[in-house]
């Protein structure tokens, strides 16, 4: 069964860049047609989706965070990270990575079926 653990600072300062990793384990992050999604929650947002990085390693990031944001893979260690620049106060979040299957509703965070634990990052000086 796949098992996804995030991993990254607990704290992050304004304007920093915050670089989280997920370690995949379980199945290869090149097979099997997958996604994995960076998810987050907030208390005022609600859940949000971040990005995702495909089987193929193609990327689609939201529009709203597409210019902070980009994801990359290492796929000899089977992980997949986002780097999320210029962080402010609205960052604060639980961070998720996510694994889903193919299909139309990549963007929704409902399509994910698979999730680590989270982490929190607060986003402070």
């Known amino acids: 069964q796949v098992q996804l653990q995030e991993s990254g600072p607990d704290l992050v300062k304004p304007s920093q860049t915050l670089t989280l990793t997920c370690t995949v384990s379980?199945?290869?992050?090149?097979?099997?047609?997958?996604?994995f999604s960076w998810i987050r929650h907030s208390p005022g947002k609600g859940l949000e989706w971040i990005g995702y990085i495909s089987y193929s390693g193609t990327t689609n990031l939201d529009s709203s965070l597409t210019s902070r944001t980009f994801i990359s893979r290492d796929t000899s260690s089977n992980q997949f990270t986002l780097h999320l620049s210029a962080v402010t106060p609205e960052d604060t979040a639980v961070y998720y990575c996510?694994?889903?299957?193919?299909?139309?509703?990549?963007?929704?965070?409902?399509?994910?079926?698979?999730w680590g634990q989270g982490t929190q990052v607060t986003v402070s000086s």
């Open positions: 996510t694994r889903g299957p193919p299909g139309p509703s990549l963007v929704d965070v409902g399509w994910y079926d698979y």
């Open positions: 379980g199945e290869s992050i090149t097979t099997n047609y997958y996604y």
